[in-house]
């Protein structure tokens, strides 16, 4: 497995990470790793069977015994369709708070190692190339404004028919933010030897562009 290459890619909230990443394995016809749905479908699970957010045991247990599965652009919790109920608010503010304990992240370790096979792998996340592939040839930290995130996300959310307002939604960003990078456990941060892609002013395709680029040039 070690001769199965992965880039690895990361950022911030809205910064165009999953877009980005599917984009890249889809060219390359590489496997695609979206390890934020994992936290929402734990978060998703947490919800669904009323554990509360201070039963840190019963929350590291969602994420241990999570029957997930992903198939064709779908995500299914147990045998249910949840694409689109991952993807509500809610359920990423709670998914932000449990990714903060190190015993959720350590149960769903092995899970995000699992989709790593031949040809390759394309990663997205937080703590891609820190922590979970840290020997990923190419390492790509993704960033943009604030504005510009919560533009893209307010976007996102009104074609998917959930409500959204750009207060909020910049409130919220912040807050996420400042959650990623300052927890003790796989903090936010671009890993070492991670090319910087600021696409405040670009497009998705510019940015999968430039990604490309750089692991042509490996
Ligand atoms: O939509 P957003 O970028 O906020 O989140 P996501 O990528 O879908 O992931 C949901 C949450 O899981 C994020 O807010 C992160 O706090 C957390 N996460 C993480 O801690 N580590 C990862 N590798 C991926 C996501
Ligand atoms: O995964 P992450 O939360 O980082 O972002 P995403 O879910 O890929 O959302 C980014 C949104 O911004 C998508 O609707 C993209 O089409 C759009 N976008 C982008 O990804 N990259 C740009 N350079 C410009 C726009």
Redesign the pocket.
Known sequence: AATIPVIAID??????????AQKVAQHLGFHYLDS?ALYRLTALSAIRRSVAMTDEHGLAKSAEHLHCHFDGGHIFLANEDVTQAIRAEEVGNTASKIAVLATVRHALYGLQLSFRKAPGLVA?GRDMGTVIFPHAPLKVF?T?SVEARAQ??Y??LIDKGFPANMEDLSKDLRERDARDMNRASAPLKPAEGAYLLD?SD???D??VKQVLGWYAAL
């Open positions: 950022g911030p909230t809205a910064s165009g990470k999953g877009t980005v934020g997205d993704l943009a893209r996300r976007k996102q696409t670009m497009t998705a510019e940015a």
